[in-house]
């Protein structure tokens, strides 16, 4: 049980520029609910009270949002307090007890220039632990800045100065005008294949959605690499990751338990990140993540071993180059309505492109390092997800 004490509205500690921002391309085509993400402290050595940390969190938040003043454009921050205990998480695996942790604003009721842009919870367990609760908009940042911003913010909490400053201008992922049309064929705006015999995914669409926690030991994940690389064919030189032989494993496995005819046309979407692959800055803030498909029949992807599925993601990112990438962007502004893309994935959304069965989308985290975040009373003992909604 959650009790929510005081609410606080945080503002940059200086004047910060007031003027629209664009968004790109890349940001248009987001998900318009928040990524949300909790960490857990364990009760601090130094004995720092509850309240003492919402103050430093609070003042340090004020503080770096002069650098990434983007994210006050709406702001909420939340202190409470929980009869819960870390132990009582049981892996984090509760997706209940964890989206208690994170603010709750309603993404359905709200238009879209009223949303905040950046929700905090800090909540004191009765450990004497604390969580910290970040929901962040998926339109603003994407997995690598959203880890930016954490770990200045955690920075400037300790006492620090800022390590690296944002790159704010988004411009440099806009199209040109006028907008040419795409040099290349694009799968991300392209209606997802249906099961066999069916005329839309309405009945799919609806179908209950559970939340299961799977855990793969190091050495699970090392025997699927090392299956995927065994046999691999010689026209792919380069290794497979560890992400692309657990997403390929995921998918052949995903198409079997679904019982598909062998012609069966499934999709599986990967996020490829574009940075190295366009000129961009290093701190570059802003949505860098593209969707990518990687496709098949069912059949060929049952029969055919480990290395095949995860060819078939191979060849969907290696197509992604600089112009690519521009093709892509001009197909995205040429889209007449965005809206339903960014909510076809949603748990409960009844618009857009259906990612579930046949299809599955993945993403990974595994290069994202949001691990060891301290702000000043030791290092999150952990981080991860406040809930999963998303369907397929």
């Known amino acids: 049980m959650v009790n929510v004490g005081q609410c606080f509205v945080i503002t940059p500690a200086r004047p910060t520029p007031t003027a629209p921002m664009c968004l790109s391309e890349l940001d248009q085509e987001k998900t318009v609910a928040p990524a949300l993400t909790v960490y857990f402290y364990r009760p601090s050595s130094d004995s720092i009270s509850f309240a003492a940390a919402s103050q430093v969190h609070r003042d340090s938040l004020s503080q770096v949002l002069v650098h990434f003043y983007p994210l006050a454009g709406r702001l909420h921050f939340i202190a409470a ?100 049309p795409p040099r290349f064929k694009h799968e991300r705006f392209v209606p997802n294949p249906l099961l066999i015999g069916q005329s839309d995914d309405h009945e799919e669409h609806n179908k209950e959605t559970k939340i299961v926690m799977l855990h793969l030991s190091k050495e699970q994940v090392q025997k699927l690499k090392d299956i995927a690389n065994k046999t691999r064919p010689a026209y792919i030189p380069r290794p497979f990751s560890q992400f692309e032989a657990v997403a390929g494993h995921m998918w052949r496995c995903a198409t079997m338990a679904r019982g598909h005819h062998p012609m069966q046309p499934t999709k599986l979407f990967i996020p490829v990140s574009i940075r190295g692959r366009m000129p961009l800055p290093k701190w570059y803030f802003g949505n860098a993540i593209m969707k990518q498909a990687a496709c098949s029949h069912s059949g060929e992807l049952v029969k055919q071993p480990l290395p095949y599925a995860c060819g078939k993601m191979r060849e969907a990112v290696e197509i992604v180059t600089e ?53 000043g009373w030791g290092k999150c003992v952990y981080v991860g997800p406040a809930t999963i909604n998303v369907d397929g």
């Open 81 to 180: 307090t929980s009869s819960a205990k870390i132990e009582d998480f049981r892996d984090f695996a509760l997706p209940n007890e964890l989206r208690s942790l994170v603010p709750v604003v309603s993404y359905d009721a709200s238009d879209l220039h009223e949303l905040p842009l950046l929700m905090v919870q800090l909540t004191e367990l009765s450990c004497g632990g604390i969580s910290l609760g970040i929901g962040v908009s998926n339109i603003m940042v994407d997995g690598t800045c959203a880890s930016h911003f954490m770990d200045e913010w955690a920075r400037m909490a300790r006492g620090d100065p800022i390590g690296n400053q944002p790159f704010l201008d988004r411009s440099v992922l806009l199209t040109a005008d006028p907008t040419l």
């Open 323 to 375: 112009d690519y990438v521009k093709s892509a962007l001009d197909d995205t502004k040429r889209q007449p309505d965005l809206t339903p893309f960014r909510t076809s994935h949603t748990i409960g959304s009844t618009t857009g492109c259906f990612d579930g069965n046949p299809n599955m989308e993945i993403i990974s985290w595994l290069g994202i390092p949001f691990e060891g975040l301290d702000f």
